[in-house]
Structures are given as C-alpha cells and as structure tokens.
C-alpha cells in the first residue's frame, strides 16, 4: 500500500481538478496582442464568468436577488478568462499564477472560496507493486506546467510497473470512460466523484495521507489544500471598487444561505447532468470557505511553498509579486 501511496503522491499537482475544458493554446504574439486591447466599455451588469459546480450554483442564487448587477456566465473552457473577456472570475487554484502570467499581471486574487475538492479513487485495494503493475490512471489535463510535472513524477512508475497514464478534455469524458475500464485510478472532484461512487464501489485514497509518503520534501501532511479562488480584471476593478466590494459581500451571502429550498437554474442542471436535490446535497458536503485580505496571502503562500516543494521550477522562477492580491 505504501509503494502506491508513494507513487500517487505525486501527482499531488493537481490538487484541484475542474471540469473545465482545456483550450488549444493562443500563439503567443496574438494573446499579447488580445491582452493590451482596451477593455470593453463597463455594461449595466458585472460580467462574472465560472468554470465549476460550486461556484455555479453560488453564483445562480446570487444573480436571483433583487436588483440583480450580475451576467453570470458558465463557461467550458478558459479562453474568455485568459483573453480578459470578464470583470470577475472564479477559477481552479492551480489556474491562478498561469493566469496571472499570461495576461502580463492584469488580475488580483481577491478570495479563496472552496478547499479540498479532490478525490482519488481505485477499483481495488492496492497491498504492493504487484497490484499497480499495468494499471490505468485517468485525469483531466490541465495547464501546460502542471501536465508537465505530472508526467516527469510518473516517468518511474510507467517504465518499471507498466503504469499508463490517460488525459481527458474533461472530468465528464474522465467520468464516462471509468465505467468501461478495471485496474484503473481517477482523479475526480465533485460533483463528478459523487456521480462516480453512485454506480460503483470503489476504494477512496485520503490526499493528506498520501502526503506523508512523499519522498525527499518538507510538505506537511496535514492541511487544506486549495481548490477555488475569485479573481478580479484590473482594468474592471479600477473603476468598480466599491461595485466589485458588493460582489464579495453578496457572494459570501449565497454562499452561506444555500438551502435544500434552492432552486437550481435549468442549465446548471443540464450541465451537470445532475437533480436539484443531488446538486444540493452534493454542494453541502462540499468545504465551502471565504478567505480574504492577509489571511487569503498567507495561506495562498503556503500553497506556492507545497508546489515548489514538489517541483521548485514549477514557477519557472516567476512567483508572483504582492501585486497579485487584492487585499480590501
């Protein structure tokens, strides 16, 4: 059981897994170029885009208040954030110092909202490295610095235990290929590790357990690990101070004051593929936070501390300035 706990440790990477798709990359040239466009002229209502469940269902009840300033937007894949094409965000923690690169600092963090949202799953119990031998492990992919640690951490595993290694657009696609596969590991977050373990029983691997195994690194076993953050355009925030202040009181209202009374819009639930009651419950189970100021720095840093322990040119010797946090 050690020998793979060792071995899924790292892949600790991914942390926090979305749903979202990736998007074919942007040549370089032409995303400068996108980036340094002046913003669209401030609309009636604050453009608040969201690639996952958590969000989406917060953001839902929130755009239902009277006198409501918000166009919420669930989006599948990440090129309107990475283009700017939004005043305020919510997106993947791991997402955060690869956008905060790619549009030249244009963007602050504002609140961490969700912790621990992954779940590492297994079709069978695994007492040695016998058991992993030819064995499948299936994720979403992700950016590219992060795709790349995964693979050079599993480069041993694969060569001398046969271990495969299978990226899906998407945690859904990851979904519907686990059903027809055995001998196989997945890397899924909710609410798609909820629709998992509905059709089948599978072994759960705790992260922070994992994380004790890992070889030659002063990552603490205990802990929260991030998984969701609101990030906020700075050319929106210049002008909108006390307007995107409003959002963050409202969001941590809807956050806290979801029921079993909520009404889920349709497209959330067509989305998801998903019961107003399932969705819910599955939300209420789920680590909801509101993180902010010097707190939300601190703990942010951390985070940036256990990556680098894991890979320390995972930053590629760019970690983010102060200038990356909003702190009200």
């Given at each position: 059981?050690?020998?793979?706990?060792?071995?899924?440790?790292?892949?600790?990477?991914?942390?926090?897994?979305?749903?979202?798709?990736?998007?074919?990359?942007?040549?370089?040239?032409?995303?400068?170029?996108?980036?340094?466009?002046?913003?669209?002229?401030?609309?009636?209502?604050?453009?608040?885009?969201?690639?996952?469940?958590?969000?989406?269902?917060?953001?839902?009840?929130?755009?239902?208040?009277?006198?409501?300033?918000?166009?919420?937007?669930?989006?599948?894949?990440?090129?309107?954030?990475?283009?700017?094409?939004?005043?305020?965000?919510?997106?993947?923690?791991?997402?955060?110092?690869?956008?905060?690169?790619?549009?030249?600092?244009?963007?602050?963090?504002?609140?961490?909202?969700?912790?621990?949202?992954?779940?590492?799953?297994?079709?069978?119990?695994?007492?040695?490295p016998a058991d992993l031998?030819?064995?499948?492990?299936?994720?979403?992919?992700?950016?590219?610095?992060?795709?790349?640690?995964?693979?050079?951490?599993?480069?041993?595993?694969?060569?001398?235990?046969?271990?495969?290694?299978?990226?899906?657009?998407?945690?859904?696609?990851?979904?519907?290929?686990?059903?027809?596969?055995?001998?196989?590991?997945?890397?899924?977050?909710?609410?798609?590790?909820?629709?998992?373990?509905?059709?089948?029983?599978?072994?759960?691997?705790?992260?922070?357990?994992?994380?004790?195994?890992?070889?030659?690194?002063?990552?603490?076993?205990?802990?929260?690990?991030?998984?969701?953050?609101?990030?906020?355009?700075?050319?929106?925030?210049?002008?909108?101070?006390?307007?995107?202040?409003?959002?963050?009181?409202?969001?941590?209202?809807?956050?806290?004051?979801?029921?079993?009374?909520?009404?889920?819009?349709?497209?959330?639930?067509?989305?998801?593929?998903?019961?107003?009651?399932?969705?819910?419950?599955?939300?209420?189970?789920?680590?909801?936070?509101?993180?902010?100021s010097d707190t939300m720095?601190?703990?942010?840093?951390?985070?940036?501390?256990?990556?680098?322990?894991?890979?320390?040119?995972?930053?590629?010797?760019?970690?983010?300035?102060?200038?990356?946090?909003?702190?009200?």
């Open positions: 059981m050690n020998s793979f706990k060792k071995i899924i440790a790292l892949i600790i990477p991914l942390l926090i897994l979305t749903s979202c798709l990736k998007k074919d990359k942007i040549d370089e040239q032409t995303q400068k170029e996108i980036i340094n466009v002046e913003k669209k002229p401030v609309s009636s209502k604050i453009d608040v885009k969201t690639t996952s469940f958590a969000a989406s269902i917060i953001l839902d009840d929130l755009s239902k208040k009277d006198n409501n300033d918000y166009a919420i937007d669930l989006v599948k894949d990440y090129s309107s954030i990475e283009t700017l094409d939004f005043d305020v965000a919510v997106i993947p923690a791991y997402e955060l110092v690869n956008l905060y690169k790619k549009t030249d600092h244009s963007i602050k963090l504002a609140a961490i909202t969700l912790l621990n949202d992954i779940y590492i799953i297994g079709d069978r119990q695994v007492n040695g031998k030819n064995s499948t492990i299936m994720m979403p992919n992700m950016n590219e610095s992060m795709n790349k640690m995964v693979e050079s951490k599993l480069s041993l595993a694969k060569t001398f235990l046969k271990v495969s290694v299978e990226t899906y657009l998407s945690q859904k696609e990851v979904l519907s290929n686990l059903k027809q596969m055995d001998k196989v590991f997945a890397f899924l977050s909710e609410p798609y590790y909820s629709k998992a373990i509905e059709e089948k029983n599978y072994y759960l691997y705790d992260l922070r357990q994992i994380l004790s195994f890992l070889p030659n690194s002063d990552i603490e076993s205990s802990g929260d690990y991030l998984s969701e953050v609101i990030v906020v355009n700075n050319n929106f925030l210049k002008d909108n101070k006390e307007s995107f202040d409003n959002f963050l009181k409202q969001f941590k209202e809807s956050q806290e004051n979801i029921s079993q009374s909520t009404v889920i819009s349709k497209n959330i639930i067509d989305n998801y593929d998903i019961t107003n009651a399932d969705a819910i419950d599955i939300y209420n189970k789920m680590e909801n936070v509101f993180i902010t720095k601190g703990v942010f840093q951390l985070y940036m501390d256990r990556l680098e322990g894991l890979d320390k040119n995972i930053f590629s010797g760019n970690r983010p300035s102060d200038d990356i946090y909003y702190l009200n």
